[in-house]
T-cell receptor, first 114, second 115 residues
């Protein structure tokens, strides 16, 4: 258990509304990641962070922004949600020491945009 | 181009049969890491194994075994004597040194073990 929680776990929203998903970790991991999972695509990286206020884009970053003001929290924001952003969102952390090249995932957030 | 290919979308086997899940990867890096994750029906992603590019030894863990072959860029996963609890979606992933540990996932193989 890497101490990762995501909130909310489920959300239904309407097109055009802003949405923020939160990833929280308790073990001082430096690297954090946001992925989306869609049928036929596996998991795809949206954004990642390599420290407080240090973030970078992933493969599918359009329409998403992130913020990391504290080590323990990594926020994913959809400024104006669209139906194509209906997905399951996973947060992940990079492990420590012997697990440094591994990623461990949170429980996921199921987002539906109507 | 897809960096990780899992050509088998769905597989069904009868309990106690052996099953192999294929994974082919593509990279130009000399240092990279390969992974398998399991996603049971409950939805969480469970880490199974990591393999480093400089270590081609195959690995066995109970009923699970992994065959890493650099010559064919493959990292296949075999479940021996499958059980109903093995029913899940399995993902293969690649991480390249120097990309911030960015992972590239395959599209997954859905395994159903029939009792």
């Amino acid at each position: 258990d890497a101490g990762i929680t995501q909130s909310p776990r489920h959300k239904v929203t309407e097109t055009g509304t802003p949405v923020t998903l939160r990833c929280h970790q308790t073990e001082n991991h430096r690297y954090m990641y946001w992925y989306r999972q869609d049928p036929g695509h596996g998991l795809r990286l949206i954004h990642y962070s390599y420290g407080v206020k240090d973030t970078d884009k992933g493969e599918v970053s359009d329409g998403y922004s992130v913020s990391r003001s504290k080590t323990e929290d990594f926020l994913l924001t959809l400024e104006s949600a669209t139906s194509s952003q209906t997905s399951v969102y996973f947060c992940a952390i990079r492990g420590h020491q012997s697990s440094y090249n591994e990623q461990f995932f949170g429980p996921g957030t199921r987002l539906t945009v109507l | 181009a897809q960096k990780v290919t899992q050509a088998q979308t769905e597989i069904s086997v009868v309990e106690k049969e052996d099953v192999t899940l294929d994974c082919v990867y593509e990279t130009r890096d000399t240092t990279y890491y390969l992974f398998w994750y399991k996603q049971p029906p409950s939805g969480e992603l469970v880490f199974l194994i990591r393999r480093n590019s400089f270590d081609e030894q195959n690995e066995i863990s109970g009923r699970y075994s992994w065959n890493f072959q650099k010559s064919t860029s493959s990292f296949n996963f075999t479940i021996t004597a499958s059980q109903v609890v093995d029913s899940a979606v399995y993902f293969c992933a690649l991480s390249e040194e120097g990309t911030g540990n960015q992972f590239y996932f395959g599209t997954g193989t859905s395994l159903t073990v029939i009792p």
